[in-house]
């Protein structure tokens, strides 16, 4: 019988190649294009391994590329931890300490999540334009867009959370209190040390959608401040596109959060699984 | 989890490593090749150096490449202000629209932008009240005895001209294939009826694509001369102040020529960038493309030879008009540094502005003083038509519609793609006239 | 008292965020009610009240309803590709076979990329042109001697919006792998064991047994999926560009008001998508708070 299902079980990793082929297609046409020469680029050759590994491309796209990388990482890493703590101490809130009312004002977070951002582009400029925090503009500077991207994380981050912590058991806090710790003597000793699962996909979904805005960034703002996203639109331009440089700008735009995919997306579906994004 | 936390803050302190790092050592300017937007940041703790923020579109190829070009013509002539080059590339100038929208929103005009000149900027922008006239600076620096008296009024209402042309391209040009031409015994027709029949002869030759047609936009472009060449100069331009009637034969006529040309074109002509388009004909896989004369630019970029690989003429019917676009700049109210926006409307709009951005953009200049020996064939040809041709505005490309009425015509365009319906095609056009131009 | 004094605790935690999301969901929302009330067009702001007259007038829009068509035929092929693609892949990978983890960072790795990125690839891949131009996945069909696959893909005539749905759930169906997984791996294993023990096949059990108990996953799955295809926009431009045939609502607001300065069309436009992500989201909130309760 061993035989029969060995067999049987290999079959199955038919469809998951295939599958993975279709998912890394995309890939695969952005590197090989990627690592071409500029003649060798066109749309009748494009399945082709280039000629040789032409790395001038990512260097060139590097150089361009580089101060809004770290545009990017400075806005990002922020934006993800800072909402992530929020939507944490929201989710502790409105799943345990119910006030009155908690059962309303977490329908009305949530609903924010599903706006569409460019019917409020204008009204979020104004906005931005007329507050200072602390003299620093929030106007076209990096600490705007990460205000920005917290905001508008809140929802996502405390939906997470709450339905998180809403797993948790009475008795664990019951426990807690027992010991005479307070409120906040419980987020600390009990329910931070257990959140780490879904501080994991929070971050990790915070980190992809703030990386990968254009929206937000496109107008918020100023040059010194582009994120990745703007400054790799732009390389496109117009004429003639050195496709090979924009595609190895895109790969490389790209790389942080695959990079964060690759190795903390085993620690991502441990957090799923462990309750952290149930319904 | 220990291992989960420590990756955490490796990531947290390499990335504020990495930041502080960049911060300190001043970015430096991307390199000029096709791709890179200078961006020129403040020296932290500048003495309040001059500045001028100059929004624009342009973010590759020849279109940076010619504002480069310009910019250092500005920068030896005033070395004290500092440039800020604010491009945002995208959706045909979409991206960079909206973020100028939501900047004059919120009073926050940059120094200077690009626009076409017309009614993109007139009816948008002057009608909000958001530009200055310039006719001080056109008087104090001698423009309206070098700029052709026909474009003026077309960048002015109410006697206040708006901006500054830094260039002129022509919409109606064909481009043709010579070898295919030649093979199949054709020579470049003139009149509409010809240029169809040719059509019609190099499909039964086997020749897949006689017109080669892009994007939708690019069958706007392609529409717009058509409506020229099948009506004339007069009535065509009659469209747009609202002299002459939409609903009239003649535009019925036009629009069938035009559904009979959109027959001719490529089936995945939605896939198509204006430069795949082009790019067709000089591959010998169409025979015709009809596309503005930024194509010449595209073409010498491929290395082909004008003539000989490509040919071009005025659309056939539109002989002896020059239908134009041009790209200006403009001085908004409440130019945070209106000094340094002035000055670069003062290169912009002089000689060696213009002959710093224009052979390297591929267009002709705006003034009629240029250094004809800057040029190449296509160029000075057109140099020619200009001083010589009737002028007429591009709907496309912002001249003659404001863009309100233009988008509705889109609109109206993108359903009669679907549909070839010329009567309702004919319909909505009336409608967006009377709803966003001047018919009643 | 001491319960007292932390639930205002508790309110005051939640404070800041109730203040924000005040500010820049709900008040701005109604700034955008406002403006799709009113006859704005052009730079110059104008709030004066029109009624529905911008809702009316998109009802009548031949362009806005060819926006519902293709949302409808993009929405219903995206969910259900999604859900198939990843409650397939989910299947698969819990059978627990060697380099699962290998597998699950491919199936989930799109979701790390954006539009920009991958907008261009798409376009490349599904590169309609056909006879002696062949190109992308055309090409690929043609090689490989499948012909009959060969075809205009986003071209296609009043179908081509159908071919977006490729692309987008070749980015979000790792996501809901993800989800199923999760859920199918929570269900227990004494369970299945059981069912085995009475004589279930594989297939049995999955019909009977798990499937039923991760179709809460599923409509969480609807849900997400459905907001996110009602937002989809940053993928057809990059894909395609501004094309009638393509059109669908998102795209229509952001041209309408930033092509064509209609501000209060756009407005009314956001409006709908709003009330449609309502329709579908909150009778599920509903229904999540009502389960909780009975808990």
């Not at chain 2, 951005?357 to 240029?370: E, L, M, Q, T, Y």
Request: with cysteine; net charge negative; glycine share 8%.
């Amino acid at each position: 019988m061993t035989r029969g299902r060995f067999q049987t079980r290999y079959l199955l990793y038919i469809p998951m190649v295939l599958a993975a082929l279709f998912y890394l297609l995309p890939l695969y046409i952005m590197l090989v294009t990627g690592f071409k020469s500029f003649s060798e680029v066109s749309l009748a050759t494009m399945w082709e391994l280039p000629s040789g590994l032409y790395l001038d491309n990512f260097i060139e796209a590097f150089r361009a590329l580089a101060p809004y990388l770290a545009n990017s990482v400075r806005m990002v890493v922020p934006a993800a931890i800072i909402s992530s703590i929020i939507g944490s101490i929201n989710g502790y809130a409105l799943a345990k300490w119910k006030f009155p009312g908690a059962d309303i004002i977490f329908p009305a977070m949530l609903f924010g999540m599903f706006i569409p951002y460019q019917s409020i582009l204008i009204p979020l400029v104004e906005f931005m334009k007329d507050i200072n925090i602390f003299g620093v503009s929030l106007y076209g500077t990096v600490p705007g867009l990460i205000v920005t991207h917290v905001i508008y994380g809140i929802p996502f981050t405390t939906l997470t959370f709450r339905n998180y912590y809403a797993t948790i058991p009475r008795e664990l806090l019951e426990a807690g209190r027992m010991d005479g710790a307070n409120i906040f003597g419980i987020y600390r000793s009990i329910i931070l040390p257990i959140s780490i699962p879904a501080f994991v996909v929070v971050l990790i979904w915070q980190f992809t959608s703030a990386w990968n805005d254009f929206l937000f960034a496109v107008v918020l703002t100023n040059p010194q401040a582009w994120p990745v996203t703007v400054a790799l639109n732009n390389m496109a331009g117009s004429q003639i596109i050195a496709w090979n440089v924009q595609m190895a700008g895109s790969f490389l735009a790209a790389l942080p959060t695959l990079l964060v995919y690759i190795f903390l997306g085993n620690y991502f579906l441990r957090g799923l699984m462990a309750g952290a994004l149930k319904g | 989890m220990k291992k989960l936390l420590t990756l955490i803050s490796l990531v947290l302190i390499l990335s504020i490593v990495l930041s502080g790092c960049v911060s300190q050592a001043s970015p430096t300017p991307a390199p000029q090749e096709p791709g890179g937007a200078v961006t020129e940041t403040a020296e932290p703790g500048g003495q309040g150096r001059q500045q001028v923020e100059v929004f624009s579109w342009w973010t590759g190829g020849g279109e940076a490449a010619g504002l480069e070009a310009m910019i250092k013509v500005f920068q030896a002539e005033y070395p004290d202000i500092e440039f800020i080059n604010a491009a945002v590339a995208g959706g045909a100038g979409t991206n960079a629209r909206a973020v100028l929208a939501t900047r004059l929103q919120a009073n926050d005009p940059p120094d200077s932008w690009q626009g076409h000149a017309g009614q993109e900027l007139i009816g948008t922008y002057v009608a909000a009240n958001q530009l200055e006239p310039l006719n001080f600076l056109y008087e104090e620096e001698g423009w309206l005895e070098v700029m052709p008296e026909t474009l003026i009024p077309l960048i002015s209402q109410d006697g206040n001209i708006y901006s500054v042309p830094v260039n002129i391209h022509r919409a109606n040009v064909v481009w043709y294939n010579p070898a295919i031409l030649e093979e199949n015994g054709i020579t470049m027709p003139t009149t509409l009826e010809d240029w169809f029949a040719s059509m019609e002869d190099l499909k039964n030759a086997g020749v897949e694509t006689p017109l080669a047609m892009g994007e939708q936009w690019t069958a706007m472009h392609l529409m717009e001369t058509i409506l020229l060449a099948s009506m004339g100069e007069a009535n065509y331009s009659g469209l747009w102040t609202g002299e002459f009637d939409w609903a009239s034969p003649e535009v019925t006529t036009a629009l069938e020529h035009f559904a009979t040309a959109l027959s001719y074109t490529n089936s995945d002509a939605t896939s198509l960038t204006w430069q795949d388009a082009a790019q067709l004909v000089v591959n010998g896989d169409a025979a015709y493309n009809v596309m503005g004369d930024w194509a010449e630019g595209y073409f010498r970029e491929l290395d082909k030879t004008p003539n000989v690989d490509y040919g071009w003429a005025p659309v056939p019917g539109s002989d002896g008009v020059f239908q134009f676009l041009s790209d200006s700049f403009v001085l908004p109210v409440g130019a945070p540094n209106r000094d340094g926006a002035i000055a670069w409307l003062k290169i912009a709009g002089s000689q060696a502005g213009q002959d710093a951005f224009n052979p390297v953009k591929g267009s002709i200049p705006a003034r009629n003083d240029a250094d004809r020996s800057l040029y190449g064939e296509y160029l000075l040809s057109a140099m020619d038509d200009w001083a010589s041709d009737i002028v007429a505005g591009s709907l496309t490309h912002g001249v003659v519609a404001n863009d309100s009425w233009k988008t509705e015509i889109d609109t109206a365009l993108g359903l009669f793609l679907q549909s070839r319906d010329v009567a309702a095609f004919q319909s909505a056009l009336v409608a967006a006239c009377a709803s966003s131009g001047p018919c009643q | 008292m001491r319960v007292n004094r932390e639930k205002v605790i508790s309110f005051l935690l939640v404070l800041p965020s109730i203040a924000a999301v005040g500010i820049f969901i709900y008040a701005f929302i109604l700034w955008s009610v406002r403006v799709s009330l009113s006859q704005w067009k052009g730079l110059l702001p104008d709030y004066t009240f029109v009624g529905l007259a911008n809702y009316i007038g998109l009802f009548n829009d031949p362009r806005f309803q060819i926006d519902i068509r293709n949302q409808a035929i993009f929405t219903v092929l995206f969910m259900i590709g999604c859900l198939i693609v990843g409650l397939a892949l989910a299947i698969l990978l819990d059978q627990n076979l060697k380099g699962e983890s290998f597998f699950r960072s491919v199936y989930l790795f799109p979701m790390a990329i954006s539009y920009i990125v991958t907008g261009v690839v798409w376009r490349w891949l599904m590169n309609p042109a056909q006879g002696s131009r062949l190109s992308g996945l055309n090409l690929l069909f043609d090689q490989m001697g499948l012909d009959f696959l060969v075809n205009r893909w986003h071209t296609t005539p009043y179908w081509g919006i159908a071919f977006i749905a490729l692309p987008a759930v070749w980015q979000m169906s790792g996501y809901i792998m993800a989800l199923y997984l999760s859920g199918l791996r929570s269900i227990p294993q004494e369970l299945r064991e059981a069912a085995r023990v009475d004589g279930a096949n594989e297939i049995q059990i999955y019909r009977h047994i798990i499937l039923p108990m991760i179709s809460p996953v599923t409509l969480s799955a609807i849900i997400i999926l459905g907001h996110i295809s009602l937002k989809v926009f940053d993928l057809i431009l990059a894909v395609a560009g501004k094309q009638l045939q393509l059109d669908v609502p998102a795209i229509y607001m952001w041209q309408t008001t930033f092509d064509g300065y209609f501000f209060g069309r756009g407005a009314a436009i956001g409006i709908l998508l709003l009330i449609s992500v309502a329709v579908l989201v909150i009778p599920y909130l509903r229904w999540n708070l009502k389960t909780e309760e009975s808990l």
